[in-house]
């Protein structure tokens, strides 16, 4: 079974360090051989993460990061079985949320476990559409 999982956590160092980098490669690393697709949304203080895969190495994968010294005030935001990825474009990709980015991480940070699924997932579909629309670009 596939599950999606969303999570944020508050980061130990600022953006922009080496412990950034390491993060995404060992993301790149592992990722794809456990069948992860991921998307690191990053400001400065705050980790907010999608991952879709299995569910068993989704979980795993989640029970390392909540206990990476890199990250502290773990919260999972929501976690459910899905038919399709919306996040299949890599095993991990990362966006830096910037001056532009300025609403979307206010209500990332606003999310709690508490807050309403459906404030939930229309984060999560405006999360899509950055990615998709940072993907287009590119192309």
Do not use: C, W
Request: net charge neutral; no cysteine; charged share 25%.
């Amino acid at each position: 079974m596939l599950i999606r999982y969303m999570f944020k956590a508050r980061a130990t160092h600022p953006a922009f360090t080496y412990h950034d980098l390491d993060i995404l490669r060992a993301g790149l690393a592992r990722n794809a051989e456990r069948q992860i697709s991921s998307l690191l949304l990053r400001s400065n203080r705050e980790y907010f993460q999608v991952l879709e895969g299995p569910e068993s190495e989704v979980r795993d994968l989640v029970a390392k990061i909540a206990r990476d010294p890199r990250v502290f005030a773990f919260e999972e935001l929501l976690s459910h079985p899905i038919r399709q990825r919306q996040f299949d474009h890599a095993p991990m990709d990362i966006h830096m949320l910037g001056q532009d980015d300025h609403a979307l991480h206010r209500r990332l940070s606003q999310l709690d476990a508490n807050a309403p699924d459906a404030l939930k997932l229309s984060v999560l579909r405006e999360v899509a559409t950055l990615l998709h629309g940072k993907m287009a670009a590119v192309a």
